[in-house]
Structures are given as C-alpha cells and as structure tokens.
C-alpha cells in the first residue's frame, strides 16, 4: 500500500504535534505547517521522525489567500497527493474583554484565522482530492475540523472565539453534504479542556474546576492531552469510520454531558 499524507495545520505544538505524531504512528507522512515558530516546527518534525514516518515543515499563514495555496502546492508537490487535511490551526483572543467592550480587531483576526482560512484551505485541498485516484480503502481524501466545546459553551469573555468555533462545527456539516458522494469524509473533532500552551494562563482555574472541586466538570477527572486529540484522528486516518461523515466526536472528558 503506498504511503498516505497528512496536511496538519498549526502542527508545531499543542493539539497540532500531538496529532502529527498519531498521524506519524499510523504511517503517515505529515507535512507540518507552522505559521512562526520554526523551532517548534522542526522539533515536531524530529518527534514525527522518532514515531516511525517522515515529512516536511512549511511556513504558512492560513489567514493568507497565497499561503494557503502553497500549503497544498508544497504537499502535493512532496507528497503527490492530500489523503487527509486536519484543520487545526487557531488563536484565542489576545485579550479576554467582556461581550459590550470587544472589539473589531480581535473579531477579524480570530475569524480570519480560525474559521476564514479553515474553509478556503479546504475548498483547495477539496478540489485537489477530487483529482486523487480512490486509495485502498475507496476514499480521495478526508477532513478533520478541529473544533473546541466553545461551540456550544459560551464565555462572555471570548464570544468571538466561540463563534468562530460554532462556524466551523457548521463548516463540517456543509462540507459533509458537498462531499459525502465524492468519496471524501469530513469530520469534526470537538476537544474540551486540553493542556498546551493556550489554556497555560488558565491552568490553576481548571484545576481547580477539574480536579479539586467535589464533583469536577467532567466525569473523567483530569486535563486533556494533545495525544487525546491525536488518537481521535488517527481513527479517522485509519478509516475507522467509513460510514460516517459529518460527524462530530466529543473528545472532552464527558464535558459534553447534561449532569444533575
């Protein structure tokens, strides 16, 4: 069988390298895109290396119209074709600001950046997998929307992210639709509190809701991982799912329960 290719955006730390390195275990090759740390990025590289698989390292800007293109010119060209795009990149708001006090210049970034870019980089690798001869397994590729429990949780203090989010939870389904008779699968990942970089300034907060409270906000009574993350995708990178599209897939600790 030849070897299968992974386009992960935001792949130099967090939820993204946990992903790479599943992605890597399952055989993959993964083209790691880093939009500035070219540090993290290589490392990531190193870690996909040491799980067995191979890639590249790509600089790009998922906001930007060109970087996008050459985002999946660079994995084609490497790669010779896309069997699975996973929309992980995103920001949080550079400052939490209450609903009536936030602003426009933290609306257009994180739209931008985590719903904007998301969509025309899948319509480009859409059009690219629709040339793609069917792999062993019937499909021309596959994609994975990484989305967040914001899209159904709200924070008064980061509505933009939330809607954002909930945008791309719907991107999933339009998608699903516009693909499901094309031979390509879309998914949604909904991850809830996970340790990386972006919850560090909130860690002694869910610490406390997680772990020290009575009852605790999940069920399962720990912080996420990346790896959580990763093994949900490479269950879809390995066809675990072949009948289903659209779906979304809560990987929250229980979160997304309704407790009395």
């Not at 390298?17 to 083209?31: N, Q």
């Not at 996008?68 to 994995?75: G, P, Y």
């Not at 954002?164 to 719907?170: E, I, N, T």
Request: overall charge negative.
């Amino acid at each position: 069988m030849a070897q299968k290719s992974a386009l992960v955006t935001g792949a130099s730390r967090g939820i993204g390298r946990g992903i790479a390195i599943e992605l890597a275990h399952a055989g993959y090759r993964v083209a790691i895109n880093y939009a500035g740390n070219a540090a993290a990025a290589a490392e990531a590289l190193k870690l996909v290396q040491e799980a067995g698989s191979d890639g590249f390292i790509v600089q790009g800007d998922v906001s930007v119209a060109a970087d996008r293109e050459r985002l999946v010119a660079e994995t084609v060209a490497n790669f010779g074709r896309i069997d699975i795009l996973v929309n992980n990149a995103g920001v949080a708001p550079n400052v939490r600001a209450d609903l009536l006090d936030a602003g426009e210049e933290s609306f257009d970034r994180l739209f931008n950046i985590n719903l904007k870019g998301p969509f025309f980089l899948s319509q480009l690798a859409s059009k690219q997998m629709l040339k793609q001869e069917k792999d062993e397994e019937g499909f021309r590729g596959r994609i994975v929307n990484i989305t967040s429990i914001s899209v159904y949780t709200s924070s008064i203090n980061r509505g933009d992210y939330c809607m954002v989010k909930a945008g791309l939870a719907m991107m999933t389904k339009l998608f699903a639709e516009r693909l499901g008779n094309e031979d390509i699968n879309v998914y949604e990942i909904r991850p809830g509190v996970i340790a990386t970089d972006m919850t560090g300034g909130v860690k002694e907060k869910y610490d406390k809701l997680i772990i020290e409270d009575e009852r605790g906000i999940t069920p399962i009574r720990r912080w996420g991982k990346p790896e959580d993350i990763g093994k949900a995708v490479r269950a879809i990178a390995e066809d675990r799912f072949p009948f289903s599209t659209g779906a979304c897939f809560d990987v929250d600790g229980g979160f997304h329960l309704h407790r009395l």
